[in-house]
């Protein structure tokens, strides 16, 4: 495995962990005042903190550490060096044409919303 591949990987599963802790930190606090149960446990730092902590630090290791996962990963990191990423100029053009069409469906969408509407409007009286 190249090592820029490594840190890459690293910085990945890094991110990948403390999402997860930071989403169980937030499901805790969550549950905890809609459940009496979980309420009393969160008023214990271990589970508040140290459970979502622990769980991102097991996922990290779970995953920086399986030769399986490590060869994916940097299967997924050669794959995504191959791309060939448009131009900038090329970005832009693309860009707008993107939001013409929104804003060009959009008004399309809101004109049947309109019109649909004022006949059922129409129909009600």
């Known amino acids: 495995m190249d090592k820029t591949n490594s840190k890459v990987l690293t910085l990945s599963f890094a991110t990948v962990a403390a999402l997860l802790g930071f989403t169980l930190h937030l499901l805790i606090k969550s549950f ?6 979980v309420a009393r446990m969160a008023d214990s730092d271990l ?4 459970v979502p902590v622990a769980l ?10 399986n030769p399986r996962v490590l060869t994916w990963g940097d299967e997924v990191v050669l794959e995504i060096r ?6 900038q100029k090329d970005l832009v053009a ?10 060009i469906s959009s008004l399309i969408v809101t ?6 509407g004022y006949i059922i409007t129409a129909l009600m009286k």
């Open 82 to 87: 191959k791309v060939v990423w448009p131009s």
């Open 47 to 50: 589970i508040r903190h140290g």
């Open 111 to 116: 004109s049947f919303d309109f019109v649909s």
């Open 94 to 103: 693309m860009t707008i044409v993107v939001v013409v069409m929104v804003l």
């Open 32 to 37: 905890a005042g809609a459940f009496g149960i």
């Open 56 to 65: 991102g630090l097991l996922v990290f290791v779970l995953l920086q550490f």
